[in-house]
């Protein structure tokens, strides 16, 4: 049953890295009525995490990082998506975000999972 729930906290860490896609994406989009700054960074700011996390943050990231580095890392990154749909006016779910990446850090932690 455990390794079940460990699977489940894996495939919402996975989840989360989505949901900072799209957070990003979406505050792009709403940040000024003119197309020119929508495309940059509707398109621009999920392609710029996208980069970040490829070299630092994935499982087959260039430059892993580990350690202090690593909690740094997710620390930016999540907390650039929660911001993210703060700043989209998504309170709520910024806020649900964040509860959500807590847990999952915390139980990765516990479960050696990092």
């Not at 970040?52 to 260039?62: D, E, L, M």
């Not at 909690?71 to 975000?97: M, P």
């Not at 959500?100 to 990765?108: D, E, G, I, K, T």
């Amino acid at each position: 049953m455990l390794s079940v729930v460990k699977g489940a906290n894996l495939a919402l860490m996975f989840f989360l890295e989505l949901g900072v896609y799209l957070a990003v994406g979406y505050w792009g989009f709403t940040v000024s009525p003119n197309w020119a700054v929508k495309l940059l960074l509707g398109v621009g700011g999920p392609v710029l995490f996208g980069v970040v996390w490829g070299v630092f943050g994935s499982p087959k990231a260039s430059v892993p990082l580990r350690g202090l580095g690593r909690v740094v890392l997710e620390v930016l990154w999540f907390g650039g998506g929660v911001a993210a749909a703060a700043a989209a006016g998504l309170s709520t779910t910024s806020a649900v975000f964040a509860a959500l990446f807590v847990l999952n850090a915390v139980l990765r932690i516990v479960w050696n999972q990092v």
